[in-house]
């Protein structure tokens, strides 16, 4: 059984509350007493404070103003709440950008930014470093035993990149590590192509429009330097943390399929994963949907933390102010919100923003306080309710799933797909769509997945998915091999097995090292614009085709389970099945819609010898499975503002006990807590 300790120290609780900006409201001191009223008043637990107070707290160089502070966390910890105290490293004051314009962001045209916005900072400035360690260190000497210090949130929602001259040469300091030799790097990187070969790393720059964008060695380069700098800067600002408050933990709000950082490679640096979920509900069938990918996206932040709980660090109460359209949540959705990060793994529920602020861009931003300053509001009460019931499932706390079907979802392979501008077709390939259609069919039949990267353990599963695994990192195709032999079921696609982790082709034949172990050889790929399908026939049911049709031969008896109907390749696999060891490889050659995914994971994971954690749910309902000390928890979601009826495993009810089995009708958005 998986069972891990509380995600913040001196809390044994979910998590409950949000982000609280008491620096916007210093002039107003009176409202930071009712704010704690209020929080009490909606069961919060935690409030995260500090987040981009740095101007407050040190307004001029060298001179800091802890007091307003110190005050926030004492009638925190007078109100028994914890406090997720920030680093201000988010958005630094403008004295600091005046006097120090090196810490200014240069961006791909060459061109020094202004301030403004957020976390327009060079990671690689020396001075940007020193002014960080500085503050940092003051605040954990200052609440290193403040009752109120629960966790530490550092900066907020990291991102975006530096081209300026520290930079490039932080950058050429780490190609130099990773390759060796000039004459190394332009060999991985194919540099004899277009005369495009460096003399010496001193020519090598990041890569820009008015520069180099055509090398796919060079942008991959680039975006795990990138990653890098972002793990590097956050060990420079935890290390005073650590060292200081040893026993308090770290993390900082990733923001889910962000295409910047790879989240794995970060996510090795902290304590406990957490991430900001703004999904944008639609208040009808659609909604279904729209959870199906909130819970992919649980699943991969889960999975970037190594699968232990982690938490929801962002969430919206009501209407954001920044979808295309700002639909209030109906009632239901914030429960459904809420316990969906919960039955995922979360041990956090925590909301953006607590307070509304009264200026800026986001004065209009769904809030659980908002202008009104009342607790007579429907969000505030609806807050209330999620609270409660938070507080009567918390058996469930520190329990964590334990999924025997993995998705893999690889920000490295997504990187090189992205460049492969002329292969295929011109645009998006479609690969996080993709990825997610995959992982959504098996929440439709009932079945819970663990998202993981090409780096990942694979032994603890049945059945692993690799769609679209075009880049193979070292030792993946090695794995997969051991993993089939070994009794284990692996679904590849198309557009697999095309290159090496230099974005080098592989010869031989595609898929490259996976050749072996797939049983088939892609000869060729088609593109399918819009007005374009195939179609296909498996076990006396017709499928459509669109976008990706390969043309594959079996090897080595693999078997062809289904052929395609149309086109000259017509009469050619579109799905077959090898045997190796004591497994099975099944590759699905062309890109199709769910119905023939739900029907072929069905069959796969019956092949791998799983059963569904929910038999045959109905459309919108989705559930997932905690495991712990305190025993297995299954948490029944229905997504959708119309009534499903389930039929339940023999359980109870985990608040009340109330013995359930058989057919049970679940209302519009009603979530089930059971204890198995």
């Not at 938070?390 to 025997?404: F, I, M």
Request: proline share 5%; charged share 20%; aromatic share 12%.
């Amino acid at each position: 059984m998986a069972q891990f300790p509380p995600v913040m120290k001196g809390l044994s609780a979910f998590l409950y509350g949000g982000d609280y900006n008491p620096d916007q409201w210093l002039h107003q001191k009176e409202i930071w007493r009712q704010d704690m009223a209020l929080a009490k008043g909606a069961g919060i637990n935690t409030l995260s404070v500090g987040i981009f107070a740095w101007a407050a707290l040190e307004p001029r160089e060298g001179e800091y103003h802890f007091e307003w502070l110190d005050e926030v966390m004492d009638l925190m910890a007078a109100n028994g709440m914890k406090a997720v105290l920030a680093t201000p490293s988010g958005a630094r004051p403008m004295w600091m950008a005046e006097k120090y314009p090196e810490v200014l962001r240069v961006n791909r045209m060459r061109q020094r930014e202004l301030f403004g916005g957020r976390h327009n900072h060079c990671l690689s400035s020396p001075v940007y470093r020193e002014k960080v360690k500085r503050i940092n260190t003051l605040l954990a000497q200052r609440y290193k035993d403040h009752p109120a210090l629960g966790m530490w949130h550092i900066s907020n929602e990291l991102g975006g990149e530096c081209h300026c001259p520290l930079c490039q040469q932080a950058f050429r300091d780490w190609l130099k590590e990773r390759y060796g030799t000039i004459e190394n790097l332009n060999a991985q990187w194919w540099n004899g192509f277009w005369s495009h070969a460096y003399p010496s790393f001193d020519a090598v720059e990041s890569p820009s429009p008015i520069g180099e964008m055509g090398s796919h060695g060079l942008n991959l380069a680039w975006r795990r330097f990138t990653t890098a700098q972002f793990c590097s800067f956050y060990e420079a600002e935890a290390e005073p943390l650590k060292r200081i408050t040893p026993d308090v933990k770290c993390t900082t709000n990733l923001m889910s399929t962000y295409d910047g950082i790879n989240y794995f490679e970060l996510g090795k640096h902290l304590d406990v994963s957490s991430w900001d979920n703004y999904p944008a509900w639609t208040s009808d069938r659609r909604d279904a949907q729209v959870a199906a990918r909130a819970a992919f996206c649980h699943d991969l932040m889960r999975g970037v933390g190594g699968n232990k709980p982690f938490m929801m660090m962002e969430s919206s109460p009501t209407a954001v102010n920044w979808h295309a359209v700002n639909r209030l949540r109906a009632p239901g959705i914030l429960m459904l919100q809420g316990l969906q990060a919960v039955a995922h793994g979360s041990d956090s529920v925590q909301y953006f923003q607590f307070r509304a602020g009264r200026g800026g861009s986001e004065k209009f931003h769904g809030a659980v306080v908002t202008h009104v300053n009342s607790d007579r509001t429907r969000v505030y009460r609806e807050v209330a309710q999620v609270g409660e019931r938070l507080r009567a499932v918390a058996p469930a706390l520190g329990s964590a799933p334990e999924n025997r079907i993995a998705v893999i979802f690889d920000w490295e392979n997504r990187w090189a797909l992205a460049d492969a501008q002329f292969g295929l077709n011109g645009g998006d390939k479609g690969y996080e769509e993709t990825v997610l259609a995959h992982h959504e069919a098996l929440q439709r039949l009932g079945f819970g997945a663990d998202v993981i990267d090409e780096n990942g353990d694979l032994t603890p599963y049945r059945l692993v998915i690799g769609p679209m695994t075009y880049m193979l990192r070292p030792g993946f195709a090695e794995r997969v091999r051991a993993f089939v032999a070994g009794g284990g079921v692996y679904v590849t696609t198309y557009c697999s097995g095309w290159v090496n982790e230099e974005d080098l082709c592989f010869q031989g034949g595609f898929p490259g090292p996976l050749r072996e172990t797939a049983g088939i050889w892609d000869e060729e790929t088609d593109a399918l614009d819009e007005t374009q399908r195939n179609h296909f026939t498996w076990q006396g049911k017709t499928y459509e085709i669109r976008d990706f049709a390969a043309v594959v031969h079996p090897e080595n008896g693999a078997k062809t389970l289904a052929t395609y109907r149309d086109a000259f390749y017509a009469g050619a696999p579109v799905l077959t099945e090898h045997a190796m060891g004591q497994g099975l490889c099944y590759v699905i050659a062309a890109r199709t819609g769910s119905d023939f995914l739900q029907d072929f994971y069905r069959f796969a994971a019956s092949q791998a010898g799983l059963r569904p954690l929910l038999e045959a749910p109905p459309y919108g309902v989705t559930c997932t499975r905690r495991v712990g000390d305190g025993g297995s928890f299954l948490f029944v979601m229905n997504t959708v503002p119309q009534q499903n009826t389930v039929t339940l495993p023999p359980c109870a009810a985990l608040e009340d006990g109330t013995p359930l089995a058989g057919p049970y009708t679940l209302a519009p958005y009603e979530v089930l807590v059971l204890k198995e």
